[in-house]
């Protein structure tokens, strides 16, 4: 009996709430929807807010929404987005972290079903040694390393992520065996930080905003960026020029849903473009100290399909995935 | 001296009319916050990072600092109600909190939680003032090993008050570290435990488990054993603390403050440990009746937590202020949210935005007073919630649970992950396993193995180094101690 | 493992025999926990950090002591030990075991869970509210369903157009 009243209650609320979304559907094409899929706070939430608001500003009349949908490096949004099949007025925020997620996490969708539509930003990597470290250079630390693997304590973000692969990288262009890199996964660069500046740990990677201000006032010596060159205000040579050839930046972009026409594809690039042109955009760039890296198109698709294949290449080799 | 002047500029700022209509904006967005599980203060700051873009920098501070104190207020009032903690941190305050209002003592409890709080939270304002660089450099010097002595210290100092039957407080903490080992391994990026659930990758979340055991479990415990007869009117008992309720209560604040003020200068520290240390020290020093209430509602176990709890909140801020070393989730959103507009917190930020930081230190001291002048009076009428008919007092709980929970991370898999703890905590209470000690083997699992294999990690695998350090040394000798100590009385008892 | 027990034959003095057996049932679960945990991580591999513990070694650790404290446990149980049933205000603790109220809050929230993305807050949380206060003894049904509606609306108010916070519009996406 009370089963049946819960019924006609829910039937009747149901009735009235059909009725109300039936009005609302002429608005819904214009609505554009971005997902976090992480945790408000973290980067790709912070670029999927700075987004919003910017394209607020360029198209005032469109109506924009940012939703988290946090987990497993990304790859929970990931699937969710896969789901969405089709869907023209939904953009993921994702980057380089979630390359690695998919590969470690054994992820059942990939990056390759998803459509791309640009690259936003970048940031570089930078290496570290506490200021009482015996390493002076670059080449101090290798000849380290090839002595003795272990004895070099690397500390740097999760597993897997953007810090352990510079890790990885540079292990493998200094000769040393990926596998064996005394790796110490630490929740953040706060608290590798915190490792560095107790001199507890060898080395610290992180990305160049997460050190910078230290490497400045002298608590940290820089052995090197991962970027092509020198980036002005940091006195820091490339690891390149200390001789290992590594390049890696962390770039952050938004992909769409699977299965988009041509139209679909080309309204979200312009819409993105159009973003990225306008003033907004540039002043959170400038704020935030992102480096705008922007990218669209093709070059992008083949830019994501690059590093999908250089990212699992070395997650493998550091025996990350078995 | 230099330090009192500017603190006093400080005051100017954070005496604005504006900026102390923000303050209470903050304040009152962080109670509010505060009260549900898994909408925290962190998550809070976060989503309203975008909007206070174009408010100035001194004034978004000081909401994010009523935030930050008033989610631990917030926190505290649902523990004690509702037996519903809002966050990690005042779960150990539902222990002894629940109890007390339970037994027609709400207004008390809620009254020196309240009272605790701004106590602790004045020193710990005042300590963050005068001692910041020593405790950072302390705090800095702490090592992977002494943070595993730390856990196990911990471990020792709760689990030997915690349980009166050995073996089913042992469970207990096993299932709670069982639960820890779910999700991702930090250190090496290999799944356990997971069932092959993307949604467990990350693990299961403290706050899903600390509401699936206590509140959702307590609710299916009801459930099952509906008291037909009419239920008994909860007495809202006496409106305010009386002086014996103050004479106990002093001495749990102080001790509370000490214990949490370091902690949470500690990166790691967290809120949590200190919490379960000050309950742990105030059930060891409690003597006669007030030995018989600890488990019936003891009001030194609610007193030394709530202080601990705020402490370390203060205690926070001083890595975050002078090196722009984020210690806590909400420290890290903050960092994120100074870089927002262009300052990088450090020792350079005292020097070139003294307005901004003595600002916002100022701004926690009035946002404290605030709290207080806003709780105080409010606590015998929070104590009325306890009169709401059961039927609904408990669908409430069970719907603010839910909200919560699937706030995380807006997924149902979370929603019956909490009914599956729900029941566990159903069963637990049924067969008198106790719950705290699961709670405890969830937080300080975890912490103590990425700890301990850090330490070997980066002594290169040599056992010494875990008592290498004199911390890490004294820690763990404590630790033993705390576990010998009722072996040893029990021989001399003899 | 929530089974009546049946074997009304065997009384105590001091214990209400019926609990015995799902006593036991919970001491056997953390005793299973033990083996679980062992078994479960055993396919975990460890190929990176050589150094140090591997993800392994935590979980043997835990395991092990599981098994340990879940034998300890079931031999307890079974000499008759029995812990105390957490005492409340709320609760009859002589009253019988109601499985009929356990079991309508649990299809309640389940459902309550799987409908909720499809139904929306608003809706599916006041069937909730309505649902649970009915099952848990509310006598007055229009009273229950006000209140369910008005906290249900209320709590969306707040944290979705207040802070912000992403819950489902469901059903009545487009009317809030």
Redesign the interface.
Same mark, same amino acid.
């Given at each position: 009996m009370r089963m049946r009243r819960l019924a006609v209650l829910a039937a009747v609320i149901a009735a009235v709430s059909a009725c109300g979304s039936g009005s609302d559907t002429g608005a819904a094409a214009n609505a554009l929807r971005i997902m976090a899929p992480a945790a408000p706070g973290g980067g790709w939430d912070q670029t999927s807010r700075t987004a919003e608001q910017a394209i607020k500003s360029v198209d005032p009349a469109r109506k924009v929404e940012v939703f988290n949908v946090p987990g497993a490096g990304g790859t929970i949004g990931l699937a969710q987005l896969a789901g969405d099949k089709g869907d023209g007025g939904l953009l993921m925020t994702m980057g380089l972290v979630m390359v690695g997620a998919v590969e470690q996490n054994k992820s059942q969708v990939t990056l390759a079903e998803v459509t791309p539509i640009a690259r936003l930003t970048e940031e570089y990597e930078i290496v570290v040694v506490p200021a009482e470290s015996p390493f002076q250079t670059l080449n101090d630390l290798v000849a380290a390393w090839k002595a003795d693997p272990a004895k070099v304590s690397v500390a740097g973000g999760s597993a897997g992520g953007t810090d352990h692969i510079v890790a990885g990288l540079m292990a493998k262009a200094a000769g040393v065996d990926p596998k064996q890199v005394n790796y110490i996964a630490h929740s953040g660069g706060g608290e590798a930080l915190n490792a560095l500046l107790g001199n507890k740990v060898s080395i610290g990677i992180s990305g160049i905003g997460e050190f910078a201000e230290h490497v400045k006032s002298g608590k940290l010596r820089s052995l090197g960026i991962t970027a092509p060159a020198r980036v002005p205000g940091l006195e820091s040579p490339t690891l390149k020029e200390g001789g290992l050839d590594v390049e890696l930046a962390n770039w952050r972009g938004f992909v769409a849903p699977p299965g988009l026409d041509d139209a679909a594809r080309k309204n979200l690039t312009d819409l993105v473009t159009k973003m990225h042109d306008g003033q907004a955009w540039k002043d959170a760039v400038a704020k935030n100290g992102w480096i705008d890296s922007f990218q669209t198109g093709q070059p992008f698709a083949d830019f994501l399909a690059a590093e999908q294949s250089r990212v699992k290449g070395i997650i493998a080799e550091m025996g990350l995935v078995s | 001296m230099d330090s009192l002047t500017l603190l006093l500029d400080g005051f100017a700022t954070a005496l604005t009319p504006v900026n102390l209509l923000y303050a209470l904006l903050g304040v009152t967005l962080g109670t509010l916050v505060g009260v549900l599980p898994g909408i925290g203060p962190a998550m809070t700051v976060a989503l309203l990072l975008p909007i206070t873009f174009n408010v100035p920098p001194a004034s978004a501070f000081i909401m994010f600092a009523g935030i930050y104190y008033g989610g631990m207020y917030g926190g505290s009032t649902t523990s004690i109600l509702l037996n519903t903690p809002g966050e990690s941190s005042s779960m150990i305050t539902a222990l002894e909190g629940n109890k007390m209002a339970r037994r027609g003592r709400a207004a008390q409890a809620l009254a020196t939680a309240a009272i605790g709080s701004f106590v602790a939270g004045t020193i710990a304002t005042a300590l963050l003032v005068v001692a910041a660089p020593l405790v950072v450099d302390f705090a800095i010097s702490f090592g992977p090993e002494d943070y595993f002595a730390l856990a196990i210290l911990a471990f020792t100092a709760v689990s030997s008050v915690l349980s009166r039957s050995v073996v089913r407080g042992l469970a207990s903490l096993g299932l709670g570290l069982v639960i820890g080992l779910v999700g991702i391994d930090q250190q090496t990026g290999q799944a356990r435990l997971t069932l092959g659930v993307p949604q467990l990758l990350d693990g299961i979340d403290v706050v899903i488990v600390a509401v699936g055991l206590f509140a959702l479990g307590e609710a299916l415990y009801v459930a099952s054993r509906l008291r037909h007869a009419p239920p008994e009117v909860v007495p809202v008992g006496r409106a305010w603390m009386g002086r014996p309720d103050w004479a106990r209560s002093w001495r749990p604040w102080l001790r509370g403050t000490a214990l949490g003020f370091p902690f949470g200068a500690l990166p790691g520290g967290g809120a949590e440990i200190p919490t379960f240390l000050s309950y742990a020290v105030e059930k060891r020093l409690a003597k006669g009746p007030a030995k018989e209430e600890y488990g019936k509602g003891a009001i030194e176990g609610v007193a030394g937590p709530e202080a601990a709890n705020n402490a370390s909140a203060a205690g926070t801020l001083v890595p975050l202020l002078t090196l722009g070393l984020p210690t806590s989730a909400t420290a890290a959103i903050m960092l994120a949210a100074f870089q927002q507009y262009g300052l990088q917190p450090g020792p350079q930020l005292f020097d070139h935005n003294p307005a901004l930081v003595w600002g916002m230190v100022a701004s926690l001291f009035i946002g404290n007073t605030m709290l207080l002048v806003l709780n105080l009076p409010l606590a015998p009428v929070w104590a009325r919630v306890l009169r709401v008919p059961r039927p609904y007092l408990y669908a409430g709980i069970v719907l603010f649970a839910a909200l919560g929970v699937y706030a995380l991370n807006n997924s149902w898999v979370d929603l019956v992950v909490l009914y599956l703890l729900g029941l566990l905590g159903f069963a637990m209470r049924r067969f008198g396993l106790p719950v705290a000690p699961a709670v405890i083997g969830l937080i300080l699992g975890p912490m103590a193995e990425i700890q301990l294999r850090r330490a070997l990690a980066i002594g290169a695998g040599d056992v010494s180094t875990l008592v290498a350090s004199p911390v890490a040394a004294v820690l763990l000798a404590l630790a033993a101690l705390a576990l010998l100590t009722p072996l040893l009385r029990r021989l001399f008892a003899r | 493992? !929530?089974t009546p027990d049946e074997r009304d034959g065997v009384v105590t003095r001091d214990a209400v025999p019926a609990?015995r057996r799902?006593?036991l049932g919970? /001491?056997l679960?953390?005793l299973g926990?033990?083996v679980?945990?062992i078994v479960?991580?055993a396919g975990? $591999?460890?190929?990176? !950090?050589? %150094? *140090?513990?591997?993800?392994r070694?935590?979980?043997l650790l835990?395991g092990s /002591?599981?098994i340990l404290?879940?034998v300890?446990?079931v031999l +307890?149980v079974l000499r008759g030990?029995?812990? +105390?049933?957490?005492e409340?205000?709320?609760?009859?603790?002589a009253?019988? /075991?109601?499985?009929r *109220?356990?079991g309508?809050? !649990?299809v309640i929230? %389940?459902l309550?869970?799987?409908l909720?993305?499809l139904?929306?807050?608003v809706?599916a949380?006041?069937?909730?509210?309505? *649902? %649970? /206060?009915?099952?848990?003894?509310?006598r007055e049904?229009l009273r229950?369903?006000a209140?369910?509606v008005v906290? !249900?609306v209320a $709590?969306y108010l707040?944290?979705v157009k207040g802070?912000?916070? $992403?819950?489902?519009a *469901?059903?009545? +996406?487009?009317?809030i």
């Open positions: - | - | 493992m !929530s609990w799902p006593e919970l /001491a679960t953390v926990l033990g679980f945990v479960g991580t975990v $591999t460890a190929a990176a !950090s050589t %150094l *140090g513990l591997g993800p070694f935590f979980p835990v /002591a599981m404290i879940g300890c446990y +307890d030990g029995h812990g +105390d049933p957490e409340s205000e709320d609760v009859d603790a009253a019988p /075991a109601d499985w *109220g356990v309508l809050v !649990s929230f %389940l309550f869970a799987g909720l993305d139904l929306g807050w809706v949380a006041a069937l909730l509210f309505f *649902g %649970l /206060a009915l099952a848990l003894g509310a049904r229950a369903a209140v369910a906290l !249900s $709590t707040a944290f802070l912000g916070v $992403t819950l489902p *469901g059903l009545l +996406d487009g009317v």
